[in-house]
Nanobody
Protein backbone atom coordinates (compact mmCIF):
# COMPACT_ATOMS: atom_id res chain seq x y z
CA UNK A 1 0.00 0.00 0.00
CA UNK A 2 1.35 3.41 -0.97
CA UNK A 3 1.80 5.69 2.03
CA UNK A 4 2.02 9.46 1.69
CA UNK A 5 2.92 11.61 4.68
CA UNK A 6 2.47 15.36 4.78
CA UNK A 7 4.39 17.66 7.09
CA UNK A 8 5.15 21.34 7.58
CA UNK A 9 1.76 22.61 8.65
CA UNK A 10 1.27 24.93 11.58
CA UNK A 11 -0.01 28.27 12.77
CA UNK A 12 0.99 31.41 10.90
CA UNK A 13 -0.26 34.98 10.80
CA UNK A 14 -1.82 36.47 7.71
CA UNK A 15 0.82 37.42 5.18
CA UNK A 16 3.19 34.72 6.35
CA UNK A 17 4.56 31.65 4.61
CA UNK A 18 4.72 27.91 5.10
CA UNK A 19 6.34 25.10 3.16
CA UNK A 20 4.56 21.76 3.11
CA UNK A 21 6.25 18.48 2.27
CA UNK A 22 4.85 15.16 1.15
CA UNK A 23 6.99 12.04 1.08
CA UNK A 24 6.59 8.31 0.67
CA UNK A 25 8.12 5.67 2.91
CA UNK A 26 9.43 3.92 -0.18
CA UNK A 27 9.73 4.63 -3.88
CA UNK A 28 6.17 5.22 -5.02
CA UNK A 29 6.47 8.27 -7.26
CA UNK A 30 7.42 6.39 -10.42
CA UNK A 31 5.34 8.01 -13.17
CA UNK A 32 2.89 9.38 -10.58
CA UNK A 33 1.30 12.73 -10.94
CA UNK A 34 0.96 14.54 -7.62
CA UNK A 35 -1.63 16.91 -6.29
CA UNK A 36 -2.43 19.03 -3.27
CA UNK A 37 -5.96 19.41 -1.98
CA UNK A 38 -7.37 21.08 1.11
CA UNK A 39 -10.47 20.82 3.24
CA UNK A 40 -11.78 23.37 5.69
CA UNK A 41 -14.32 22.47 8.41
CA UNK A 42 -17.79 22.20 6.96
CA UNK A 43 -16.58 22.48 3.38
CA UNK A 44 -15.86 20.00 0.62
CA UNK A 45 -12.34 19.08 -0.33
CA UNK A 46 -11.02 21.43 -2.98
CA UNK A 47 -8.20 21.38 -5.47
CA UNK A 48 -5.11 23.47 -4.74
CA UNK A 49 -2.39 22.49 -7.21
CA UNK A 50 -1.00 19.56 -9.17
CA UNK A 51 2.18 18.59 -11.02
CA UNK A 52 3.00 15.89 -13.53
CA UNK A 53 5.73 13.34 -12.86
CA UNK A 54 8.16 15.06 -15.21
CA UNK A 55 7.40 18.44 -13.66
CA UNK A 56 6.51 19.93 -17.02
CA UNK A 57 2.82 20.44 -16.37
CA UNK A 58 1.38 22.26 -13.38
CA UNK A 59 -2.09 23.44 -12.44
CA UNK A 60 -3.21 25.92 -9.81
CA UNK A 61 -6.56 26.87 -8.39
CA UNK A 62 -7.44 30.48 -9.11
CA UNK A 63 -7.50 31.20 -5.38
CA UNK A 64 -3.79 30.33 -4.96
CA UNK A 65 -2.35 31.33 -8.34
CA UNK A 66 0.65 33.57 -7.82
CA UNK A 67 0.91 32.77 -4.11
CA UNK A 68 1.56 29.02 -4.01
CA UNK A 69 4.22 27.05 -5.86
CA UNK A 70 4.37 23.28 -6.27
CA UNK A 71 7.59 21.41 -6.94
CA UNK A 72 8.88 17.87 -6.70
CA UNK A 73 12.07 15.89 -6.29
CA UNK A 74 11.47 12.43 -7.68
CA UNK A 75 14.85 11.15 -6.49
CA UNK A 76 13.73 11.88 -2.93
CA UNK A 77 10.14 10.71 -3.45
CA UNK A 78 8.98 14.13 -2.32
CA UNK A 79 6.66 16.89 -3.44
CA UNK A 80 6.53 20.35 -1.91
CA UNK A 81 4.07 23.20 -1.61
CA UNK A 82 5.48 26.65 -0.94
CA UNK A 83 2.72 28.89 0.35
CA UNK A 84 3.25 32.64 0.49
CA UNK A 85 0.99 35.57 1.34
CA UNK A 86 -1.27 33.33 3.36
CA UNK A 87 -4.68 34.58 4.41
CA UNK A 88 -7.31 33.18 6.79
CA UNK A 89 -9.20 31.66 3.86
CA UNK A 90 -6.25 29.29 3.39
CA UNK A 91 -6.95 27.66 6.76
CA UNK A 92 -7.61 23.96 6.13
CA UNK A 93 -6.22 20.48 6.36
CA UNK A 94 -3.92 20.00 3.39
CA UNK A 95 -3.65 16.61 1.70
CA UNK A 96 -1.23 15.33 -0.88
CA UNK A 97 -2.37 12.75 -3.38
CA UNK A 98 -0.82 10.54 -6.05
CA UNK A 99 -2.21 9.62 -9.44
CA UNK A 100 -0.95 6.54 -11.27
CA UNK A 101 -1.28 7.94 -14.76
CA UNK A 102 0.52 11.23 -14.50
CA UNK A 103 3.85 11.17 -16.32
CA UNK A 104 2.99 14.09 -18.59
CA UNK A 105 -0.27 15.46 -17.27
CA UNK A 106 -1.55 17.05 -14.08
CA UNK A 107 -5.14 16.79 -12.87
CA UNK A 108 -7.38 19.01 -10.76
CA UNK A 109 -9.95 16.28 -10.11
CA UNK A 110 -9.86 14.39 -6.82
CA UNK A 111 -11.63 11.40 -8.37
CA UNK A 112 -8.61 10.77 -10.60
CA UNK A 113 -6.21 10.25 -7.68
CA UNK A 114 -5.41 6.83 -6.29
CA UNK A 115 -3.56 7.46 -3.02
CA UNK A 116 -3.97 10.03 -0.27
CA UNK A 117 -1.99 11.19 2.73
CA UNK A 118 -3.38 11.82 6.20
CA UNK A 119 -3.20 15.58 5.93
CA UNK A 120 -1.47 18.40 7.78
CA UNK A 121 -3.22 21.31 9.46
CA UNK A 122 -2.59 24.85 8.27
CA UNK A 123 -4.08 27.64 10.35
CA UNK A 124 -3.77 31.28 9.32
CA UNK A 125 -4.73 33.87 11.91
CA UNK A 126 -5.89 37.39 11.10
Amino acid sequence: QVQLIESGGGLVQAGGSLRLSCEASERTFNSYGMGWFRQAPGKEREFVTAVSWNGGNTLYADSVQGRFTVSRDNAKNAVYLQMNSLNPEDTAVYFCAARKRGYYSASRYAREYDYWGQGTQVTVSS
